[in-house]
């Protein structure tokens, strides 16, 4: 193609369709299966070849159709997985004109007549060969009807008619028809595999280009022999002299591989302004944002397999050392790199303005870089909070007395950290409703952006002690009757009960619609029990209370809003666009997690 002249020129992926199954590429797999079955005169009636676009699919069907008519060049061979390409047979069916031979696109033939007129002809012995052939193509897009009408045939075959199909949508095809078949299906071919053929291709056809570029266009086809042969024909096409990796990139619309590492680099460093300028050298280059991105999310794939102890697939050499240097960002870093770059790259396709949005992009991700890890942010969120940080679940009133003896043997604390303080005061006289600490529970869109939670320590319900002290709260009465084994009573209390007098002996309450009739009375009876004295319980019209429920839930609320209202979670959930304080959950303090 190097003269100039283009008439006659056959564009390479007709020119390199493979004649044998000796040059199917990256097939392997397939071409054993099928020789042993020839080897073994076990043939099936009907194959069904699938796989992606440009696998091989067709290539394979015509090769099968040859192998099992050719006669050998003395007209005395047997089926074959070399097919001659010299008997008559092989030439016709090489040239689509066999009569024994039939090619059916079911993509354009779905109808019921179209099987129909299959299975006339299916009667009818071979004109000249040995077998007649069905090759079906896309044979996923057959009606219903026609489906139906090719069954019949699958169950009884004639012997000598054979049927293969090719799909690129195996599940459309019903498995009435698959069972029937011999499956075989075509892998994508490694991008490794197909670069040496196109290297071979290119030796063949005197074109002059780098490896690298080759192993870009190999990468771009994403396993299709026959999307390799057609860039590398486009690329040969523009390439005045030798094809380079940039003249590749452009011609994919693509930053070259140097821009992309440049704009992740800068991004991953936090440096937003050089990822910036990157990105818009590459965009003035012709790449578009788009697939920019999609080319970082490409890098961070491979830098997280090489993170994760695997091999990315056909490393380019420009790509080898910040792949390995991104790789030590960790897995959890790269995943949450990934993840904002994959919602990126959606926003980036539908924005108005793709390139204001890749931009955007690309702040939020250099901004992440400024971000701890999420496990320093909940230990940041405790240091800002040192009261709440400090009022330990496990420090209740009852345990008072053990606090500050552990404080006096300050010297030997085994786990003590560096900064062991407790305040057993602060956690004595902690409000009903105030709750420890709290790491925040994050949920961006997908999901999956759980923040490590810290263990959460249970809180004890021992607290009270029973005995003749006097209830001096609703909650007290709760926990009455948790201590004397009433779970079910004092969660009634708690969700439904408001208290308007409490005075020794006489509780004065209100109920909420959903109470229990025998709520007030259950109460009187039992607490007459637990104390020892007679109490009575009466509903009252007085102004009440919240329940106890109502006064967690409001803390809890205010919590929530006033750690939302921190700067430091603020700038959390402007950098994890959509992510919002999902729970907040008490956690032990920092320095204790050391023993873990
Ligand atoms: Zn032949």
Redesign the pocket.
């Known amino acids: 193609m190097t003269d100039g002249s283009l008439t006659g020129y056959r564009v390479l992926a007709r020119k390199y369709r493979p004649d044998r199954f000796s040059e199917l590429i990256g097939q392997d797999a397939l071409v054993r299966t099928l020789s042993n079955a020839l080897s073994l005169g076990r043939l099936a009636h009907a194959f069904v070849l699938t796989g992606v676009r440009g696998v091989g699919k067709t290539s394979t069907a015509r090769l099968l159709a040859?192998g099992l008519?050719?006669?050998?060049?003395d007209g005395t061979?047997q089926p074959?997985l070399e097919?001659?390409?010299?008997?008559?047979?092989?030439?016709a069916i090489a040239a689509g004109r066999h009569v024994d031979v039939l090619e059916i696109d079911a993509a354009s033939h779905t109808g019921v007549d179209d099987a129909r007129e299959i299975i006339e002809s299916v009667g009818y012995r071979p004109v000249s060969a040995r077998y007649k052939i069905y090759v079906i193509d896309e044979v996923h897009m057959m009606s219903k009807n026609a489906f139906n009408a090719l069954l019949k045939t699958l169950e009884e075959p004639p012997e000598t008619v054979k049927f293969i199909f090719a799909t690129t949508e195996i599940r459309k095809v019903p498995v009435t028809i698959l069972s029937r078949c011999q499956r075989f299906d075509l892998r994508r071919v490694p991008s490794e595999v197909l670069a040496t053929h196109l290297q071979s291709v290119c030796e063949k056809e005197s074109i002059a280009a780098e490896s690298e570029a080759l192993t870009a266009i190999a990468r771009a086809a994403e396993g299709s022999v026959r999307d390799a042969l057609s860039l590398l024909d486009q690329a040969a096409a523009m390439s005045a002299d030798r094809m380079t990796v940039d003249s590749i990139a452009e011609m994919l619309g693509r930053p070259g591989r140097a821009d992309a590492i440049a704009i992740l680099d800068s991004a991953m460093r936090g440096d937003a302004a050089s990822s910036l300028a990157a990105l818009a050298s590459a965009h003035d280059g012709g790449a578009e944002p788009e697939m920019i991105i999609a080319d970082l999310m490409d890098l961070v794939h491979r830098a997280s397999l090489k993170a994760a102890g695997g091999s990315p697939d056909a490393l380019l050499e420009v790509e080898r050392e910040p792949v390995t240097a991104l790789a030590e960002l960790g897995i959890a870093r790269l995943g949450r790199s990934w993840q904002m770059l994959l919602k990126g790259h959606g926003e980036v396709s539908s924005a108005p303005q793709p390139m204001a949005a890749a931009e955007m992009l690309l702040i939020r991700l250099a901004h992440l870089a400024t971000m701890p890890p999420p496990s320093d942010i909940i230990r940041r969120l405790a240091a800002d909070q040192p009261d709440a940080a400090n009022n330990q679940p496990g420090a209740a009133p009852a345990g008072n007395t053990a606090a500050p003896s552990a404080s006096s043997a300050a010297p030997t604390p085994p786990t003590a950290g560096p900064q062991t303080a407790p305040h057993p005061s602060s956690a004595a006289t902690a409000p009903i409703g105030s709750l420890p600490s709290a790491p925040i529970a994050m949920s961006a869109n997908g999901g999956d952006m759980q923040t490590a939670m810290e263990p959460v320590r249970a809180v004890p319900a021992d607290v009270a002690e029973p005995g003749p002290a006097m209830p001096q709260s609703l909650l007290d009465i709760s926990d009455l009757a948790e201590a004397h084994d009433e779970p079910l009573l004092a969660a009634q209390i708690r969700s439904h009960v408001r208290l308007v007098r409490l005075q020794d002996g006489l509780l004065d309450i209100s109920l909420t619609e959903r109470a229990p009739d025998s709520l007030a009375g259950d109460i009187a009876k039992q607490l007459t029990r637990w104390t020892g004295t007679r109490w009575m319980v009466s509903l009252s019209d007085g102004p009440a209370g919240q329940t106890i429920a109502e006064e967690r839930q409001q803390a809890r609320q205010a919590q929530h809003d006033s750690i939302a209202a921190t700067p430091l979670m603020k700038t959390i959930l402007e950098v994890f666009p959509g992510a919002e304080i999902e729970s907040v959950k008490p956690v032990i303090q920092p320095d204790e997690d050391q023993d873990q």
Do not use: L
């Open positions: 040859r008519n050719c006669i050998g060049p061979g074959t097919p001659c390409g010299q008997c008559e047979p092989c030439q």
